[in-house]
């Protein structure tokens, strides 16, 4: 986990055109992250969240088959590193700030759904936020690569 001011900040856009695209997008991004990696992801129902978080999944080498975990919360699963699969959907305030995320991130990559209800919480963090746009059938990918080891290894992205 690092915490420090975050200086280096990398935008890039990406546009997929169905879910097997935003799968393979996902499994990119999985391949590059190491255990204390953030994932803040946010976007209307149906975006493509979850299937995103399928992809990485699959770059972390995570057979099982990841599901939305809207009324679970938390799902953990096991490959190469753990991946928490967050879901704050259905959580508000002080709700969410009782989950403890700071101590998932000590032990592995932690992808957050609906991260747009944690405000500014991680703003001191390394992270990588992606905000999931519909337009017509596709998916506009905003992706911000919040730290410099992020921009160093996310080179899929670039």
Known sequence: MII???VKQKRVKIKTKN???TF???KKIGESLLPGNLLLISGELGAGKTTLIKGIAKGLDI???VKSPSFVIVSEYSGKYKLYHIDL???DGEEIYNLGLFEFLENGVVC???ADKLENSFNDFENIKIDIEIVNE???FNI???GEEFIKRCTALQ
């Open 144 to 146: 911000i690569l919040n």
């Open 138 to 140: 596709d998916r506009i």
């Open 112 to 114: 957050i759904e609906w």
């Open 19 to 21: 879910s097997d695209e």
């Open 63 to 65: 057979d099982l088959n």
């Open 4 to 6: 420090k001011n975050l």
């Open 89 to 91: 959907y259905r959580l």
């Open 24 to 26: 393979d997008l996902g």
